[in-house]
């Protein structure tokens, strides 16, 4: 599947885009210190190729599942392949200032995205192809109930893309726990939909454990594509030296089993819906 538009090309564009719209910088910090760009973008890039990398054929049916400000579906969108966004809170207005700033590159209805709570579709059956969560699986509450809404909203071989944060980072691990102790599930009311909605407060996991929740939903794993991302510090990065750098993580959380357990920060993996022939 050739791209229409890069990741690097992209991520240029998206730049420009924060330089103009001050209301996304709170959350896409990478105008906040010039020091850390380099390693920010690494991050940000990775995500985002593993998505395009795993996200089928163009005629697939996408959803975003925590879209937030949809820069993952614009990507996706631009490269055509129409995606729907599901979104909460304040991200949901900020939607169509961002349209009108990428719709000069590429056709950007390609884009849907609505302001909803998946649980209140769960019984709707095999709407999609795949499904999205990036920065959202730790969130959802309760997960088992999450994940047999996704089971059946897709369509037969359907798959899930998970973009996480590894839940075994020691690092992590103990900045969480400085912040929210073991409350890791709490609820917020959303002034649009008068309602309480359960939401995980950062409540990240294990590979190990995502997998058991997983596989209880009829879900298996594709082993062949789980990946880490993110080793080494902000101070190791320039412009100079990011690719090499990647280079060198990629080969190490495959060589080490410390270092991808406890030190590594991103996780991504595969989940594919599994379904019985009678």
């Known amino acids: 599947m050739q791209q229409t538009i890069t990741v690097e090309v992209f991520f240029n564009l998206f730049i420009e885009e924060l330089k103009q719209n001050k209301n996304l910088r709170t959350y896409y910090k990478f105008l906040n210190n010039s020091s850390g760009l380099e390693f920010r973008k690494a991050y940000f890039c990775q995500r985002l190729q593993y998505i395009y990398d795993n996200i089928g054929e163009k005629t697939s049916k996408i959803w975003d599942c925590g879209c937030g400000y949809g820069t993952t579906a614009i990507f996706l969108a631009l490269n055509g392949i129409a995606t729907n966004g599901s979104t909460l809170e304040f991200y949901y207005q900020e939607i169509p200032k961002r349209l009108e700033y990428w719709k000069k590159y590429g056709d950007i209805s390609l884009f849907t995205y609505n302001y909803e709570y998946f649980f209140d579709y769960k019984d709707s059956k095999n709407l999609y192809d795949t499904i999205i969560l990036q920065d959202t699986l730790h969130h959802i509450e309760p997960l088992d109930e999450a994940l047999k809404i996704f089971y059946n909203f897709l369509r037969p071989e359907g798959r899930m893309i998970m973009i ?3 839940g075994s980072n020691i690092i992590q691990k103990a900045k969480l726990y400085l912040r929210r102790g073991n409350n890791r599930v709490t ?11 359960p939401f995980g407060n950062e ?3 294990r590979l190990n454990l995502w997998k058991k929740y997983f596989e209880n939903a009829d879900f298996k794993i594709v082993e062949n594509k789980t990946q880490y991302i993110r080793l080494y510090p902000p101070v190791f ?4 030296n990011t690719e090499k750098l990647i280079f060198k993580e990629q080969k190490l959380w ?6 991808r357990k406890y030190l590594f920060f991103g996780l991504h993996f595969i989940a594919k819906k599994q379904t019985t022939s009678i």
């Not at 609820?187 to 909605?197: G, H, P, Q, T």
């Not at 990065?237 to 100079?240: I, M, Q």
């Open 203 to 205: 409540n990240i996991r």
């Open 164 to 166: 996480e944060e590894n």
């Open 237 to 240: 990065f320039n412009k100079s």
């Open 187 to 197: 609820s917020i009311y959303d002034e649009k939909l008068k309602k309480n909605i």
């Open 254 to 259: 495959r060589k080490s089993n410390f270092l």
